[in-house]
């Protein structure tokens, strides 16, 4: 497609997302030509329903619940989606980027499960598939992996990457709060969904942690081969007995390489009080990359919300459009519109079709290695802990702390903490089973894992 | 120039920063190759004595002491200025974008200095002049300015972007060394040069903000349109004032927008203790970026050694690569190799040939609006507070907070510490002149502001 002396844009979603992006391109719009060197125009969006947006003081002609006006309008260069979920939003990328368009979106649930395919296509097309605002909202942590950290071999991935869950911690740690009432004045908010599910389970971290790790390490990596821990289990004697020894508690996505295979998790974990992600609080987002080369360095900021989203998107949309200045200005031809599609050496195209959901196995967490927290509910008699102790240390797992807490004297119940020294997950999975059948463990309270 | 089945680069250079430079083009060619495309080689390093790296184990010809015959040969794609000053670096540099090559460089001063005119000069020919190790080592601050955040109004850039005096600073606040055995034990750990000046006096940091706050506010911003103050004045006191009201004290580096005009300036500040930059220790470096759209992003990370400048140096490199790799399969065709040389609506040609040292008054922080923290030694007797606090309130400066500290019997003097709630600081400056010339008041031995 000829570069053109406009750059046009067609929008599809005008939610909260779409609705930032419309206002940023109108508003700013001259802005923006000063950034690129050429005018970029909106020039339509796709609604659901005209009526909607009766008010919106569009320009007439702008709206259309046609996708077809945008996905086969030659005169649009750049496609942003901003519908959400995964169809029809996938396959209106996936035309798009067929017909040579130059793809922006915002859906970590297509970049998570198709992500390869589409990228595979949009560079047999010769096109940007470009996706900031998919993870971490205003924190620019897609673009420095695929560019200023590209030198890099990243060792690990670590991040506070879904800011209800931390509102939710945050309250629970700071203000003893239940989680269910620190859920509810998230909700209140607005900072958590009526139906909280993909939140407060980490299935929006999975799919954040799967792109960021098909990032780093340069394969791809599917929600399906992250392991997934929820916050739910959390309560307020957790936050703590964690202060009491010296930490936090967040909920991380990790990706990390060990013995050449990505370990790639989200739940909720342990970490030192001094840790730069222990200190990110309420609804902000941070992410840690380690790489051989850079060292540490860390992300903060807002990971969601309409401007920060319409930040990150309109970065993308301004990318777009400065490549195709810079073709055009490189070429002084036209470029054909159907680029080379020479086979790949990664053969993604099936993933095009298929939701992948599922895991492998050499990215089970069953070898990881780390710290464990576990808090049992036991009977309080003499004994109680040789008998833990011998479990444990069956499964060679060694205890370098123990803390008694809450005893119940009615019950006859306490509370136990212990924290073990690094230990193998499928031991502490095996040794926890075998807690459960002893007579005197009423049941296993919590498991958390510590991250140092 | 033809985009090459191969990427050839030449690097001036061969200190730390370039021996870096030369292991990773040479020991990671590969993975280098694989996350491009194609294969990147490196072709000829420029150094200044060829005796002193014969053990170098480098192939047979890679070293010269002739600069041409990088800048000459045509089959350089991509030229790493690693040699640091202002001259010969600046003019090579000139000489490569000049022939169409791409240029990486790590030389803050010479982006300070000249960026505008080289940059021009790049746009020109149609190549990219890529800066990222200038500013932060390796935190991917340049890069995010120049594209994720480019769709932001940037309201405030702030940061520690020297980690010699975050050294410094730190050890000053922690275990109250005095700033020569704090200096002197930074240089013993390699932090800082035998002669500090640089650092010390904020000249190094004047390169860097007044490279962000070019890329930030779309404005040249030369060295001379930085204020600049040095950190040796600091005495111990001070920080132990500053911790006792609430405020830790950072060398900062700030450029913010006020009525149109940017107020650029490196000083030691007080930052309120719970902000993210005042828990940025040792040789760590931190930028706040603040947006219209993103909101504050924090980036945390190594600002300098080998390897994250590495890091960043090599991020560059590949960009350059693949933009070469991209033009070639755009184009199938060669493309000249004088590119467009239309008048750009900017015309910094000039400032090529000239060292931008001198300030323009619309820069000047005479109109600036802050809080204060003044630290007076006084006259221990009645009547001193009247006197200083008529002064202040005549120049319109109202006092938020008064501490007497540290009397001196013998002598029968006392330390006056002060802070003031915003103030202009052309009025400051003139009643602190007024205060010197009070007879109760010995001298003014600190005068610091206070961000929040």
Same mark, same amino acid.
């Given at each position: 497609?000829?570069?053109?002396?406009?750059?046009?844009?067609?929008?599809?979603?005008?939610?909260?997302?779409?609705?930032?992006?419309?206002?940023?391109?109108? #508003?700013?719009?001259?802005?923006?030509?000063?950034?690129?060197?050429?005018?970029?125009?909106?020039?339509?969006?796709?609604?659901?329903?005209?009526?909607?947006?009766?008010?919106?003081?569009?320009? /007439?002609?702008?709206?259309?619940?046609?996708?077809?006006?945008?996905?086969?309008?030659?005169?649009?260069?750049?496609?942003?989606?901003?519908?959400?979920?995964?169809?029809?939003?996938? *396959?209106?990328?996936?035309?798009?980027?067929?017909?040579?368009?130059?793809?922006?979106?915002?859906?970590?649930?297509?970049?998570?499960?198709?992500?390869?395919?589409?990228?595979?296509?949009?560079?047999?097309?010769?096109?940007?598939?470009?996706?900031?605002?998919?993870?971490?909202? *205003?924190?620019?942590?897609?673009?420095?992996?695929?560019? %200023? @950290?590209?030198?890099?071999?990243?060792?690990?991935?670590?991040?506070?990457?879904?800011?209800?869950?931390?509102?939710?911690? &945050?309250?629970?740690?700071?203000?003893?709060? #239940?989680?269910?009432?620190?859920?509810?004045?998230?909700?209140?908010?607005?900072?958590?969904?009526? %139906?909280? !599910?993909?939140?407060?389970?980490?299935?929006?971290?999975?799919?954040?942690?799967?792109? $960021?790790?098909?990032?780093?390490?340069?394969?791809?990596?599917?929600?399906?081969?992250?392991?997934?821990?929820?916050?739910?289990?959390?309560?307020?004697?957790?936050?703590?007995?964690?202060?009491? =020894?010296?930490?936090?508690?967040?909920?991380?996505?990790?990706?990390?390489?060990?013995?050449?295979?990505?370990?790639?998790?989200?739940?909720?974990?342990?970490?030192?009080?001094?840790?730069?992600?222990?200190?990110?609080?309420?609804?902000?987002?941070?992410?840690?990359?380690?790489?051989?080369?850079?060292?540490?360095? $860390?992300?903060?900021? $807002?990971?969601?919300?309409?401007?920060?989203? !319409?930040?990150?998107?309109?970065?993308?949309?301004?990318?777009?459009?400065?490549?195709?200045?810079?073709?055009?200005?490189?070429?002084?031809?036209?470029?054909?519109?159907?680029?080379?599609?020479?086979?790949?050496?990664?053969?993604?195209?099936?993933?095009?079709?298929?939701?992948?959901? /599922?895991?492998?196995?050499?990215?089970?967490?069953?070898?990881?290695?780390?710290?464990?927290? =576990?808090? $049992?509910? +036991?009977?309080?008699?003499?004994?109680?802990?040789?008998?833990?102790?011998? +479990?444990?240390? %069956?499964?060679?797992?060694?205890?370098?702390?123990?803390?008694?807490?809450? &005893?119940?004297?009615?019950?006859?119940?306490?509370?136990?903490?212990?924290?073990?020294?690094?230990?193998?997950?499928?031991?502490?999975?095996?040794? @926890?089973?075998?807690?459960?059948?002893?007579?005197?463990?009423?049941?296993?309270?919590?498991?958390?894992?510590?991250?140092?």
């Amino acid at each position: 497609m000829a570069s053109p002396p406009q750059i046009n844009v067609g929008l599809l979603g005008m939610g909260v997302v779409g609705g930032g992006v419309a206002a940023a391109l109108i #508003e700013q719009s001259s802005d923006i030509a000063l950034k690129i060197g050429r005018p970029v125009k909106l020039k339509k969006i796709l609604v659901r329903d005209l009526g909607k947006h009766a008010g919106a003081n569009l320009p /007439t002609g702008m709206l259309t619940t046609i996708p077809e006006e945008i996905l086969n309008d030659n005169e649009i260069h750049v496609v942003v989606e901003a519908m959400g979920g995964t169809q029809p939003a996938a *396959g209106y990328m996936k035309q798009a980027l067929a017909s040579g368009k130059h793809v922006v979106t915002a859906n970590k649930e297509v970049i998570a499960k198709y992500g390869p395919g589409l990228i595979y296509l949009a560079h047999q097309k010769g096109v940007n598939l470009l996706y900031e605002a998919s993870v971490g909202g *205003g924190i620019p942590i897609v673009g420095s992996l695929m560019r %200023d @950290l590209a030198a890099n071999n990243v060792h690990s991935i670590k991040g506070i990457i879904n800011g209800t869950t931390n509102y939710i911690l &945050t309250r629970m740690a700071n203000d003893g709060a #239940e989680f269910s009432q620190a859920l509810n004045e998230a909700q209140q908010r607005g900072y958590a969904e009526a %139906d909280p !599910t993909n939140d407060v389970e980490g299935i929006d971290a999975v799919y954040k942690i799967s792109i $960021l790790a098909s990032l780093a390490f340069h394969r791809s990596v599917s929600p399906g081969d992250v392991y997934r821990q929820g916050i739910t289990r959390l309560e307020p004697q957790d936050f703590r007995y964690a202060s009491e =020894l010296g930490y936090a508690i967040k909920s991380l996505a990790i990706a990390t390489l060990q013995n050449g295979n990505i370990k790639a998790r989200v739940y909720p974990a342990l970490l030192p009080l001094d840790h730069m992600l222990a200190k990110v609080d309420g609804v902000y987002n941070a992410v840690e990359v380690e790489g051989d080369l850079c060292g540490k360095v $860390l992300f903060h900021g $807002l990971g969601a919300g309409r401007e920060p989203t !319409t930040s990150a998107v309109m970065g993308d949309v301004i990318e777009a459009s400065r490549s195709l200045v810079a073709q055009d200005e490189s070429t002084k031809v036209s470029a054909s519109q159907n680029r080379s599609s020479e086979p790949d050496s990664f053969d993604y195209a099936d993933a095009l079709t298929e939701d992948r959901e /599922t895991g492998s196995s050499e990215n089970s967490i069953d070898d990881l290695i780390c710290k464990y927290y =576990l808090r $049992l509910n +036991v009977q309080d008699r003499p004994g109680v802990f040789a008998q833990i102790g011998k +479990v444990l240390g %069956d499964g060679e797992i060694s205890i370098a702390s123990v803390l008694q807490k809450d &005893t119940n004297q009615a019950e006859q119940t306490a509370e136990i903490v212990i924290t073990t020294h690094p230990s193998i997950e499928s031991s502490v999975q095996a040794s @926890l089973k075998a807690l459960t059948e002893l007579d005197v463990v009423r049941n296993v309270s919590n498991v958390l894992r510590i991250e140092e």
